[in-house]
């Protein structure tokens, strides 16, 4: 609305002020056919021409412009976007920070920010969504071992606090938990990426499934929770496969902690 109106009042309005005077004074008509112009009748038609069409192509521009920010508005990210602040925490950039003292950092720091007034949820990750990072896992269902199927998918480890904090459904079974810390490693799946380690190709993986990473033979981890999102690494990618990994059992130096009030 800004960018249309400065164009209207800086460009449209000094075209229509210099074509509400006399004209007849600038352009003399003879048969009907032919336009005679003096030289500075010819410099001020040019200027005239140019601003228009600049002008022209600037609401244009804005116009395109309005409508990708509000298709990008409406589009579904998968998560909720209001009332929330990430920031990446580093401790390796600290001198003399020890890697045995991560962990209390954290805590401290999750203590801290919980305790502020307002503040609902705190959660830790790899990354967040939509920012362009992630790693990816070799994903193998079972029974893939003869015909060597593998699957790529994005994968993001995270606190349990992580699904809650960003509100993304969990759509079977159940997200982390404190507990996820002995036993078989849980991960949890899109819907995605179930589709894509059914057997058949006709149904889906479903929550106490076990699959591979890496290969056949490396980590057997056990589907704990399907989440019904389709996040990506961009605005307007395809849906991919995902993959969650817990904060309880892969330690981060570096990560992203979420506030959510």
Same mark, same amino acid.
């Given at each position: 609305a800004v960018a249309i109106a400065?164009?209207?009042?800086?460009? *449209? *309005? &000094?075209? *229509?002020?210099?074509?509400?005077?006399d004209i007849r004074g600038q352009f003399s008509v003879a048969d009907g056919a032919s336009v005679r112009r003096s030289s500075a009748g010819r410099l001020r038609f040019g200027l005239v021409t140019a601003q228009v069409t600049l002008s022209v192509?600037?609401?244009v521009v804005a116009g395109l412009f309005a409508r990708s920010l509000a298709a990008a508005r409406a589009v579904d990210v998968g998560f909720a976007t209001e009332q929330a602040v990430a920031f990446t925490v580093d401790p390796s950039l600290l001198s003399g920070y020890r890697p045995a003292d991560v962990?209390?950092? =954290?805590?401290?720091?999750?203590?801290?920010?919980?305790?502020? &007034?307002g503040v609902t949820s705190v959660a830790r990750a790899s990354s967040i969504p939509l920012d362009g990072n992630s790693n990816t896992a070799r994903v193998v269902a079972p029974g893939e071992a003869e015909r060597s199927r593998v699957i790529a998918a994005d994968f993001y480890?995270?606190?349990?606090? =992580?699904?809650?904090?960003?509100?993304?459904? @969990?759509?079977?079974?159940?997200a982390f938990t404190g507990a996820d810390t002995s036993g078989i490693e849980k991960v949890l799946v899109n819907e995605t990426l179930a589709r894509r380690l059914s057997p058949t190709g006709g149904g889906?993986?479903?929550?106490?499934?076990? @699959?591979?990473?890496?290969?056949?033979?490396?980590t057997q981890v056990e589907v704990?929770?399907? @989440?019904?999102?389709d996040l990506a690494r961009r605005l307007g990618?395809?849906?991919?496969?995902?993959?969650?990994?817990?904060?309880?059992?892969?330690?981060?130096?570096?990560?992203?902690v979420i506030v959510r009030t």
């Open positions: 400065s164009v209207f009042c800086f460009g *449209l *309005l &000094p075209v *229509l002020q210099t074509f509400s005077r192509l600037a609401l962990a209390s950092l =954290y805590r401290r720091i999750t203590s801290k920010l919980a305790s502020l &007034p480890i995270v606190s349990p606090e =992580y699904f809650a904090a960003l509100s993304i459904p @969990v759509v079977a079974g159940r889906s993986a479903r929550p106490g499934d076990r @699959v591979w990473l890496d290969s056949i033979g490396g704990a929770g399907i @989440v019904g999102s990618d395809r849906p991919r496969p995902l993959l969650w990994r817990s904060l309880e059992r892969i330690r981060l130096m570096r990560s992203v």
